[in-house]
C-alpha cells in the first residue's frame, strides 16, 4: 500500500511539472502577444497621424477628403511621393505587405512597385 502511495505521489509530481511547463509556455505567449499589440497600437498611431496629415494637406489645397475628382499628373506624382515617404518611415507600401511595419528591412515588393511608380 505504501507503494501505490509513492506510486500516486510521484505521479502527482509529474503532472504539476507538465502543467508548470505549460504554465511558462502560455505566460511567453501571452507576453508575445502583448508586446506584438502594442507595437500594432503605435504603428497604427502613426499611420492615424499621417492620414491627419495627408487629409489636411489635401484641405489647405482647397479638396475634401474623400471627394472624387480627375487626378492630375501633379496629383499622381504626390501621391507616389507619400508612397515613397512611408516606405523610407518603415511601413510596407506593397500590396503584400501594405502598412506593415519592415522592421528596417527593405521589401523587394515594395522596392519594385516604388520602381514601376517612376517609370
Do not use: T, W
Not at 24 to 31: I, N, T
Not at 71 to 84: M, Q, R, T, V, W
Not at 91 to 114: A, I, P, Q, W, Y
Amino acid at each position: 500500500m505504501d507503494r501505490n502511495f509513492l506510486d500516486k505521489v510521484m505521479e502527482f509530481g509529474q503532472h504539476l511539472e507538465s502543467a508548470n511547463r505549460q504554465y511558462a509556455e502560455l505566460k511567453e505567449s501571452v507576453a508575445q502577444m502583448m508586446e506584438e499589440n502594442h507595437a500594432l497600437q503605435i504603428e497604427n498611431h502613426h499611420l492615424r497621424n499621417r492620414l491627419e496629415e495627408i487629409e489636411k494637406q489635401l484641405e489647405d489645397k482647397g479638396r475634401k477628403p474623400g471627394k472624387k475628382h480627375q487626378p492630375k499628373s501633379a496629383e499622381i506624382g504626390e501621391g507616389h511621393d507619400n508612397l515613397a515617404r512611408l516606405y523610407n518611415e518603415g511601413f510596407h507600401v506593397c500590396n503584400v505587405h501594405f502598412g506593415s511595419s519592415r522592421k528596417g528591412e527593405d521589401c523587394l515588393f515594395c522596392l519594385s512597385f516604388l520602381n514601376k511608380q517612376n517609370g
